[in-house]
């Protein structure tokens, strides 16, 4: 059963321009959600997080934003660079340490 | 920078022979988590230690799967009677035991089975 969905495989954008990444749930029980970042051949790392009980989150030039009503979370990178390219999972987590991962979604920015 | 190491970071075996993989985890870290990423999907989760008690296994990980954290510190996942479906990467994480910490993982063990 997949608790978390990222539906769009890839997405392209230009240098300087924002990326956004969408990510839908279906589990209620989620009550934080993190993005990791993943460069071939290297593991996942993390990015960035947002607790339930919060609605945006944001780190330098990345911004999580979460609708809890419509079980749908999204990460804004802005202005984005060509190092930003990589492939990038959503993660719910529930009872504090069961985390289910998207299927990722892979950026591409553009010089 | 004492990440999460893991070995080997590739396998290839025949079918039907066992392997073993090991993950160090970030020492002060006391929970450890073993993930399997195949192509074009996210990790998902195959079993959970907190220190040396193995607390959580995902209905994936069959009778032919078994890991250990004997004393808490590295652990190992073993693989009996591999088959071609089980080719796959191995990832391994570990957090403390804060709320909500993020997972660590390491670079993974990428197991081709022939």
């Known amino acids: 059963d997949q608790q978390v969905k990222q539906n769009s495989p890839s997405l392209s954008v230009q240098e300087g321009r924002i990326s956004i990444l969408n990510c839908d749930y279906t589990n209620s029980m989620f009550d934080y959600f993190l993005w990791y970042k993943k460069y071939p051949a290297e593991g996942p790392t993390f990015l960035i997080s947002?607790?339930?009980?919060?609605d945006k989150n944001e780190d330098g030039r990345f911004t999580v934003f979460l609708n809890k009503s419509a079980k749908h979370l999204s990460l804004h990178i802005v202005p984005s660079q060509p190092g930003d390219s990589a492939v990038y999972f959503c993660?719910?987590?529930?009872?504090?340490?069961?985390?289910?991962f998207g299927a990722g979604t892979r950026l591409t920015v553009k010089p | 920078d004492t990440g999460v190491s893991q070995n080997p970071r590739h396998k290839i075996t025949k079918r039907g022979q066992n392997v073993t993989f090991r993950c160090d985890p970030i020492s002060e870290h006391n929970r450890l988590y073993w993930y399997r990423q195949t192509l074009g999907q996210g990790p998902e989760f195959l079993t959970y230690?907190?220190?040396?008690?193995?607390?959580?296994k995902s209905r994936l990980l069959s009778d032919r799967f078994s890991a250990e954290r004997p004393k808490g510190s590295f652990s190992t996942l073993e693989i009996q009677r591999t088959e071609q479906g089980d080719s796959a990467m191995y990832l391994c994480?570990?957090?403390?035991?804060?709320?909500?910490?993020?997972?660590?993982f390491g670079n993974g063990t990428r197991l081709t089975v022939t």
């Open positions: 993660a719910g987590v529930y009872n504090n340490n069961d985390m289910r």
């Open positions: 947002i607790s339930s009980i919060k």
């Open positions: 230690f907190q220190n040396e008690a193995q607390l959580e």
């Open positions: 994480a570990s957090s403390d035991p804060g709320l909500n910490s993020p997972l660590h």
